[in-house]
């Protein structure tokens, strides 16, 4: 019997499938379930071709799924070139299978939060708010396409490259350089964090201790200048991240925080409301 080898074609709708399809259906109990089974669709149609087959091999394809999506588009390679392994007779099954999927979704999601999220996101934002002074359009159209431009040409090399390594990814994914790849992100994701906030986040006070005579005896800004610049920027995003990360409060509702604290600070006389902040 010849040996089965998935087509450019097939390679480049499964591909696509989830690169726009990777949320479809999108629920709290699946998550990326259906995108991924949408994804893998055009490869066991081409694989196999009795609906007994193709319906044994999507099956495999129906349990829980979720992880970061670009960086995520690997497992869909690794997953479509095991997939080509069993239709050959390899000693490849469904529980293997799925069993690679579990077991990558957490690292490359951890590895893909810190290296998207934590890190290319905020270096592009940053980039863009430069661009953006004074109303220019030039900040959000770079930052549009940069992204684009990145995310394609990186999904697809991923994609790719998954599908050449097959089951071999699973050791450079989860393996003893994968956490130190992990945690070196991880640092250079909050260098970038802290960087954008000192560079952008500007709150100051208008409070003052004053004389008889109207003269500052304290100018409270001033003197938290004079511990550290930026003090209260630093309180700021240090206060949202315990109410995000610690107390598990949504960015919404922290937003909302940030305005009654600012209403108040203004009616308190704490913040001048002539100011930007």
Same mark, same amino acid.
């Given at each position: 019997?010849?040996?089965?080898?998935?087509?450019?074609?097939?390679?480049?709708?499964?591909?696509?499938?989830?690169?726009?399809?990777?949320?479809?259906?999108?629920? /709290?109990?699946?998550? /990326?379930?259906?995108?991924?089974?949408?994804?893998?669709?055009? =490869?066991?149609?081409?694989?196999?071709?009795?609906?007994?087959? /193709?319906?044994?091999?999507?099956?495999?394809?129906?349990?829980?799924?979720?992880?970061?999506?670009?960086?995520?588009?690997?497992?869909?390679?690794?997953?479509?070139?095991?997939?080509? @392994?069993?239709?050959?007779?390899? @000693?490849?099954?469904?529980?293997?299978?799925?069993? =690679?999927?579990?077991?990558?979704?957490?690292?490359?999601?951890?590895?893909?939060? *810190?290296?998207?999220?934590?890190?290319?996101?905020?270096?592009?934002?940053?980039? %863009?708010?430069?661009?953006?002074?004074?109303?220019?359009?030039?900040?959000? =159209?770079?930052?549009?396409? *940069?992204?684009?431009?990145?995310?394609?040409?990186?999904?697809?090399?991923?994609?790719?490259?998954?599908?050449?390594?097959?089951?071999?990814?699973?050791?450079?994914?989860?393996?003893?350089? %994968?956490?130190?790849?992990?945690? @070196?992100?991880?640092?250079?994701? #909050?260098?970038?964090?802290? @960087?954008?906030?000192?560079?952008?986040?500007?709150?100051?006070?208008?409070?003052?201790?004053?004389?008889?005579?109207?003269?500052?005896?304290?100018?409270? /800004?001033? #003197?938290?200048?004079?511990?550290?610049?930026?003090?209260?920027?630093?309180?700021?995003?240090?206060?949202?991240?315990?109410?995000?990360?610690?107390?598990?409060?949504?960015?919404?509702?922290?937003?909302? =925080?940030?305005?009654?604290? %600012?209403? %108040?600070?203004?009616?308190?006389?704490?913040?001048?409301?002539?100011?930007?902040?």
């Amino acid at each position: 019997m010849a040996e089965k080898k998935l087509s450019k074609k097939t390679l480049g709708k499964a591909f696509r499938n989830w690169y726009y399809g990777h949320l479809t259906c999108f629920s /709290q109990e699946h998550m /990326q379930t259906f995108g991924y089974l949408c994804a893998m669709l055009p =490869i066991i149609k081409e694989l196999y071709h009795t609906p007994e087959e /193709q319906k044994e091999a999507l099956s495999t394809y129906t349990a829980f799924f979720n992880t970061e999506p670009q960086l995520g588009t690997v497992i869909v390679g690794v997953t479509a070139g095991l997939e080509e @392994a069993k239709a050959n007779g390899e @000693a490849v099954d469904g529980e293997m299978i799925n069993g =690679i999927r579990a077991g990558l979704m957490g690292p490359v999601a951890g590895i893909g939060d *810190s290296l998207i999220v934590g890190t290319l996101i905020p270096i592009l934002l940053g980039i %863009a708010l430069g661009l953006s002074n004074g109303g220019s359009p030039i900040g959000a =159209i770079f930052y549009i396409i *940069s992204w684009n431009v990145i995310m394609t040409l990186g999904m697809r090399f991923l994609f790719y490259k998954g599908y050449e390594l097959g089951g071999k990814a699973v050791e450079i994914l989860v393996g003893e350089k %994968a956490n130190a790849i992990r945690e @070196a992100v991880v640092m250079v994701g #909050t260098i970038v964090i802290g @960087a954008v906030a000192a560079s952008w986040i500007t709150i100051t006070t208008s409070f003052e201790m004053l004389n008889d005579d109207g003269s500052p005896i304290i100018e409270l /800004q001033k #003197t938290l200048d004079g511990i550290c610049p930026k003090l209260l920027s630093a309180v700021t995003v240090i206060f949202c991240w315990w109410l995000m990360s610690k107390k598990k409060i949504s960015p919404t509702l922290v937003m909302l =925080i940030l305005v009654v604290i %600012a209403l %108040a600070g203004v009616l308190l006389g704490f913040f001048d409301p002539k100011l930007s902040y």
